[in-house]
């Protein structure tokens, strides 16, 4: 079963409105959680890094004001779409590390944000 | 810089038969893992076989299978006896570093479609 929830899977939302999405570990601790955007038929962005208790990490041409990113408890990251235009319009998956070693990277399942 | 590169917008192959995955991987960092993630249109990202660079032997996960070739910086995927249900979108991707998981950030490739025909 998964082992990372992302909810909600799809949103529609109107210009100029936030939409907040949830990644969640199921049955570990994640202490980094990572943000990840994928337009039609391209590869996976990453975005940021989510570190709990502290700051997250954004990558180089990613605005932090404009995608907040929450990681206040152990099993939970969250992406704020503050202000969400049409060109915010893409999927969104977040991934999380299970235990130290890399290959225990897990993914959500993906939000589809539509901005109209 | 690191860069991941897969060559093969699309594939085609027929049931039962082995497809090949090209990828082919840069970076100067001599610790890195290699990742094959599988995407069906449903979205989700479905892990499948990793190799990490100090790994001796090609990683094998029941019909996948890694042919790592450390010389040439390629790790292209194979995929056994093909099935109607691996018809989805391959991608291949690199992290740097695994002592205790100090980098993680996966770098992707552009991803290959493949369609499995009956």
């Known amino acids: 079963g998964a082992v990372v929830s992302q909810h909600p899977s799809w949103v529609i939302c109107k210009s100029g409105t936030s939409v907040k999405i949830e990644c969640r570990s199921l049955d570990f601790q994640a202490t980094t959680m990572f943000w990840y955007r994928q337009f039609p038929k391209q590869s996976l962005m990453l975005m940021a890094t989510?570190?709990?208790?502290?700051?997250?990490?954004?990558e180089q041409g990613v605005e932090k004001d404009k995608f907040l990113i929450n990681h206040a408890s152990l099993t939970l990251s969250t992406l704020t779409v503050t202000s969400a235009h049409p060109e915010d319009s893409s999927f969104y998956i977040c991934?999380?590390?299970?235990?130290?070693?890399?290959?225990?990277?897990?993914f959500g399942s993906g939000t589809q944000l539509s901005v109209l | 810089a690191q860069k991941i590169t897969q060559t093969q917008p699309g594939m085609f192959v027929q049931e039962k038969e082995a497809v090949t995955l090209d990828c082919t991987y840069d970076?100067?960092?001599?610790?890195?893992?290699l990742f094959w993630y599988k995407q069906p249109s449903s979205g989700e990202m479905i892990f499948l076989i990793y190799q990490g660079s100090y790994d001796q032997q090609n990683a094998t996960e029941g019909r996948y299978s890694l042919n790592f070739q450390k010389a040439r910086k390629s790790a292209n995927l194979v995929i056994s006896a093909s099935q109607l249900g691996d018809s989805a979108m391959y991608f291949c991707?690199?992290?740097?570093?695994?002592?205790?998981?100090?980098?993680?950030?996966?770098?992707f490739g552009t991803g290959t479609l493949l369609a499995v025909q009956p």
């Open positions: 991934s999380a590390i299970k235990g130290r070693m890399n290959e225990k990277l897990f």
């Open positions: 970076t100067s960092d001599p610790s890195y893992g």
């Open positions: 989510s570190n709990e208790g502290s700051k997250a990490t954004y």
């Open positions: 991707a690199m992290t740097l570093g695994f002592n205790g998981g100090a980098t993680n950030k996966l770098i």
